[in-house]
Structures are given as C-alpha cells and as structure tokens.
C-alpha cells in the first residue's frame, strides 16, 4: 500500500542510514523548531527494505569523490529572538560509495 513515511534526521552525525521501502520517493524534509529534521517518502510499504545512506552537509563543506546526490536544503533556527539560522544540505550517498 503507498503512504507517506516521516523518519527523523539524527543530530550529531553527518552521516547516517535509514531503512527503507526499496523504489522510496523523497518529498520533503524541514527543520521542527528544537525538535531536529524530519524527512518525508512516498513508499509502498509491502515492498521488501533496504538500506540508504545519507550526508547533511553545511555551506562550504566538501562532498567526497562525487558519489552523494544532492536531495534538499533545510533550515534549523537557531535563535528565535534574531532569527538567526544554519543552512543544511541534504545529500544522498550513492551506493557506489557505500562498498
């Protein structure tokens, strides 16, 4: 059956892998005030899973050997008195890279 799946994006790491439908289709990700990142598929559940890996990058941060895909850009609030924010990147790491 398709649905929408939301799973979190984890701080403190960089890189990090979900468990997946096989075929998923990224939506969306956004920040949820201090809450972290949330990432949205459109998956059919009764598909057998796989792992995909991903990398959150900030501006100005290297992306090895060419193997990530660009996904999505979000934004984390970091002071809600000036609106100060950081800028995050989301990239998808290509299963070349994985082996």
Same mark, same amino acid.
């Given at each position: 059956?398709?649905?929408?799946?939301?799973?979190?994006?984890?701080?403190?790491?960089?890189?990090?892998?979900?468990?997946?439908?096989?075929?998923?289709?990224?939506?969306?990700?956004?920040?949820? +005030?201090?809450?972290?990142?949330?990432?949205? @598929?459109?998956?059919? &559940? =009764? *598909? %057998?899973?796989?792992?995909?890996?991903?990398?959150?990058?900030?501006?100005?941060?290297?992306?090895?050997?060419?193997?990530?895909?660009?996904? +999505?850009?979000?934004?984390?609030?970091?002071? @809600?008195?000036?609106? &100060? =924010? *950081? %800028?995050?990147?989301?990239?998808?790491?290509?299963?070349?890279?994985?082996?």
């Amino acid at each position: 059956m398709k649905t929408v799946f939301k799973y979190q994006i984890p701080t403190g790491s960089s890189t990090f892998y979900l468990q997946l439908p096989i075929e998923a289709r990224f939506l969306k990700c956004a920040w949820r +005030d201090q809450l972290g990142a949330d990432m949205w @598929f459109l998956v059919d &559940s =009764e *598909y %057998v899973y796989e792992s995909r890996g991903f990398a959150v990058l900030s501006t100005g941060d290297p992306i090895t050997n060419g193997y990530h895909t660009y996904v +999505d850009t979000y934004f984390e609030r970091v002071n @809600f008195t000036d609106a &100060s =924010e *950081y %800028v995050w990147h989301l990239f998808e790491i290509n299963a070349k890279e994985k082996q």
